[in-house]
Structure formats: C-alpha cells, structure tokens
C-alpha cells in the first residue's frame, strides 16, 4: 500500500514540466484567428474597392454613350450653333446648318477661339470652362463639374478616309453627239473642227479653301477659208470625280457666230455652279469667250473654275466618357450619311426607266405650268428640270417642254439624258428595291406605313419638310406635305395641293397632277417603276402627266431634300469600345 502512493507521489511530480501549455494552445489559436479575421477585412475592403471601382467604369462607358447620342443628336439638325457659322444669314439658313462637312472641318465645327487641333463640335456643343478638354453633363452653374466625382465627354469627329478635302477628278466631253470632236460641214476643204480637251487625272486639295482648277478646254481649228456654224451646238462636259466617287454633268451650247472669222461667240453654259457630293464646282464665267485665233488658225479657251470640299458618306464619332474615381472609357461609332449615300437624285423630275410605247410625259399646256431646275437656296446651281435615263424618251421631254413657251420662265433649266450622273441607288432594281425596303421599315417604326386604300393622317410636314409617309399602293393625295413621300402604286396629286421634299413612285401607274389650283412642288420628284417581286426585269417605262388648269410648279430646292432625308439618316453602322 505504501508502495503504491509512492508511486502516485512520483508521477504527480512528473507532470509539473507541462504548466503553461494551455496558455500557449491560446495564443496559438488566437493568432490564427487574428490572422483570419485580418484577411477577410483585407478581403472585404478590396472587394467594395472592385464594386466601387466598377461602378465607376460603367458609369465612365454611360458617358460616353451619351457623347455619341448628343452627337448624332447635333448631326441631325436639332442644335444652333453658337456662334453662327454665317452671322449676316439666320440660323435656318443652310450655310448654318450642320452636315457631315461643317462637322469634321476645324473652322466649322470649332469656335473661333477653339485652339484644339481636332473637330469636337464645340460650335453645338458647350465645354467647361475649367476643364474644356470635356463636357459635363447633369450639372449646372460655374465650377459646379468635379472630376472626382462628376460625370462628363468629349468627341471627336474625323472623315475616316479625308475624302472631304482631297479631290481627284478627270474630265470627258461630248459635242453634238457622242464624239469630243465636231466638224462642219462634213466635207470640202474649207471646214472647222471644235474639240474638247479633257483634264486628265487632278488632284486638288480644298482644305483651307476653294481650290483653284480648269476643268480642260475648247479648241476651234480652222482649215482653208473655215466655215460658220449652222446653228448653236449642245455639249456636255463629265466631271469624274474618282476619290470620292461621282460624276457631274456641265451642259450647255457653243453658240454660232456670224462670219467664218468668228465662227462662235461663246461657250454658254446652263449653270454657273454645279453642287457634286457636296462639293461647290463653280466655273469662273457661265459664258465664256473663245480666244483669239493664232497665226495657224486655232483657238483654245480654258474653262477655270473652283472646287470646294465634298462632304464625307460617312464619318467616325470618338467619345471619351469620363466617370469618377479617374474612371475613363472610350467608344467609336462608324456613322453613314443616309440610305441614299448623300446623294439626291439628278434632275428635279428624274424619270427612269426604258423608252417605247409605255413611256408617257404630259408636261400640261395651261400658262401656269412651271419646271424649273434652279435651286431656290443656291440660285447659281441649275440643275436639269426634267432629266430620263435615255436619249430616246429625253427627245420626248424636250419637244414636250418646248411647247411651253407663254413665258420665258415656265421651263428654267435645260432637259437632259441624266444616266452619267445618275446615283448609286437609281441605277438599277436591285440597289432601289433596297432603299424603298429601308424606307419601308422606317415608316413602320415610326407609325407612318399605309397599305393600299389607305388615306393618310397627313403627309409630313411642309414647313420643315420633315417626315415620312409610304403608301404600298395606289393614293390620292388632297392635302399639303413634306419629307419623304414614297408611293409603290398610282400617285395622283389634286388641285393646289404643295408639296415640300422627295417624291418617289414606283409603280406602274406613275405620277399625275390633276385638278385646278396652284400646286408647287419644291425638292425633287423620281418615278421609277419596277416590280419588287421581278428584280431582274429591270425597270417599267416611267410615266408622268399633268391635266386640268391651274398652276402646277415643281421646282428644285435642296434645302427641302436635305431636311426630308433627317428621317433617314446619321444612322449608326456599329459601335466599338476601345
């Protein structure tokens, strides 16, 4: 029994080398815990950091897509600039108003006392005045925008491929015919020949202003005793422009003279001022003088003249959007000009489509009936009042607005075979079958669609010329309109009723103006019929009439077409973040 407490005695004693051991379990235990608790705060606070920093982007990327929507909304007409472009014209003048060339050109888009070497639109649209690298939005008053927390943009506006400035072109001509070289008479040895040199491949660059040209020249040859002219000779003279591409037409008549000492008194022609993707291409005379004859019998006459910037088909909007916490980020959007590629069609009344029993043009015999071709906003551009597709149905137009001769301003302008300049989306079925599909969906969305035997609400606007109407058949139309009016039937216009934009009809039926009144048409009217379900038939003879008294004008105004196109252009071909 001893034995055994003694030993007890000794194991008890054997244990006081652990005391403390508990206290350090604890401290282990406590440490890590510490460290734990230390990591999921760190955790904690970088993840708020990350959701607050992504807010931050996104609301930099928000900015940014407000700058491409303030943009698109200053392209399409909505905004003044400040200041005006032209303070002695009023604000909705056209020289004021933006297009896709005032926008990327640094003396337009910026204000004057803009020093930024880019195009950012600061005529339309308002920098701080701290921080005018950007535009602050949601704010107002001064000083009142703060990086740190604040919202705002900025943009830029380029031509992606400097078409606008850069001009290349080449001439051709054609004189009496199909030939550049005229000779009268045909035979003997006493004659002369009138050529027209062409310009060949020019370049020409219109940045800083209206570059100087010549566009080739006339040259008179006299052979033996030479001749005189038996009467005024047509020409026509193509202008190709090859970046951008699109060819206009300078047309008019070398006027005969008297004696075979001076065989011609001028060269006269139809226009002063041709207006070529935007592009002013301006003679320096609309009659023009031959030079003298040498001592070999010639003479040349050059044909000066200017040409101003064209206008881009489409342009490339940067905006950089600015959030807080530095936040930034930066969007592109490729923006094309219209469905029409900027271009309107070529003759005030465009009549397309082949000739033969079905081509009907009835140009209305009372005195108040009016084709013109002269711009009513640029009265230096005369374009063709009545233009066709071929020569055959062109022979038909002149002789029809020949016999309208009770005044001299019932047809200003001359008729003319239009097929060399005639747009993209009038050369062929398939490429305006594309448009009318496109304008179609457009008045969809916007609730102006009609099949046939419906009757319109309204026609657009006349005084803005704004607006989309499209009728799928046959209408009759009794009360005033603007924009764009496409008819895929009949269209039948009555008495005085007006008309502000584009017209196109292509149906079968055609267009007809009937009735009493004093109907003006101002913009441009195309009737090429085709049938959408037989692309490649190509199209149908055009036909278009006026009967009944009264006045019936239909007059040139780009001003009207450009404002009628709103509804269908600055549309976004994609957006990209860089």
């Not at 020409?204 to 020249?217: E, M």
């Not at 008179?220 to 001749?227: A, H, M, Q, R, V």
């Not at 022609?269 to 935007?278: C, D, E, K, T, V």
């Amino acid at each position: 029994m001893k034995f055994m407490q003694e030993k007890e005695v000794r194991q008890v004693k054997n244990r006081d080398g652990e005391k403390g051991a508990a206290m350090i379990m604890i401290l282990l235990v406590s440490f890590l815990l510490i460290t734990a608790s230390v990591g999921l705060l760190l955790e904690t606070s970088v993840n708020t950091a990350n959701v607050t920093d992504a807010t931050a982007e996104q609301q930099a990327y928000n900015a940014a897509e407000s700058g491409i929507q303030t943009t698109l909304n200053v392209l399409r007409g909505y905004t003044t600039p400040n200041p005006l472009i032209d303070s002695s014209k009023p604000a909705s003048d056209p020289a004021n108003k933006i297009d896709f060339r005032k926008a990327v050109r640094l003396d337009t888009s910026n204000t004057p006392t803009d020093d930024s070497d880019e195009a950012r639109l600061s005529r339309w649209m308002t920098y701080d005045t701290t921080y005018n690298d950007r535009i602050p939005f949601g704010l107002t008053g001064t000083n009142s925008y703060v990086p740190n927390s604040g919202f705002a943009y900025d943009v830029t506006i380029i031509d992606p491929i400097n078409t606008g400035n850069i001009i290349t072109f080449n001439t051709t001509g054609k004189i009496s015919g199909s030939s550049s070289i005229y000779r009268y008479p045909a035979t003997g040895s006493d004659y002369i020949t009138i050529e027209f040199i062409p310009k060949l491949s020019t370049t020409v660059d219109a940045t800083a202003s209206a570059a100087s040209t010549d566009f080739g020249s006339f040259k008179i040859t006299k052979y033996g005793l030479g001749s005189i002219l038996p009467n005024d000779i047509k020409f026509e003279i193509f202008v190709n422009m090859t970046v951008p591409s699109v060819t206009g037409a300078m047309r008019g008549y070398i006027r005969k003279g008297t004696t075979a000492a001076l065989p011609v008194v001028s060269y006269d022609f139809n226009s002063l001022a041709y207006s070529m993707r935007g592009s002013t291409v301006k003679l320096s005379a609309k009659t023009i003088s031959p030079g003298v004859f040498d001592a070999l019998g010639v003479s040349t006459t050059s044909l000066g003249g200017t040409m101003t910037s064209t206008e881009p088909s489409r342009v490339v909007i940067t905006s950089t959007g600015y959030g807080p916490r530095g936040a930034v980020k930066r969007l592109e959007a490729f923006v094309e000009k219209n469905f029409l590629d900027g271009l309107s069609a070529p003759a005030t009344l465009t009549l397309v489509g082949p000739a033969g029993p079905g081509f009907v043009f009835q140009p209305g015999n009372s005195a108040g009936v009016e084709y013109s071709g002269q711009d009513i906003v640029a009265p230096d551009i005369i374009i063709p009042p009545v233009g066709t597709s071929n020569d055959e149905n062109y022979e038909i137009v002149r002789a029809g607005l020949a016999t309208l001769d009770k005044k001299p301003d019932q047809v200003v302008g001359e008729p003319a075979n239009v097929t060399p300049e005639m747009p993209a989306w009038l050369k062929n079925t398939l490429n305006l079958d594309t448009v009318i599909q496109n304008l179609r969906d457009v008045a969809i969305a916007s609730n102006t669609y009609y099949s046939s035997g419906q009757t319109p609400a309204n026609f657009g606007n006349i005084l803005t010329s704004k607006g989309i109407t499209f009728i799928d058949g046959d209408v009759d139309v009794n009360k005033d309109g603007g924009g764009i009016l496409v008819c895929t039937g009949t269209l039948t216009y009555h008495g005085g009723t007006n008309f502000s934009g584009l017209i196109i009809v292509t149906g079968p039926g055609g267009f007809y103006r009937t009735g009493g009144g004093s109907g003006l048409i101002q913009g441009n009217a195309v009737v090429a019929p085709y049938d959408p379900s037989n692309l490649n038939a190509g199209f149908s003879s055009p036909k278009y009439g006026i009967s009944g008294g009264g006045g019936s004008e239909i007059t040139y105004n780009s001003s009207s077409v450009g404002n009628g196109l709103i509804a269908v252009s600055n549309f976004v071909l994609g957006v990209a973040e860089k």
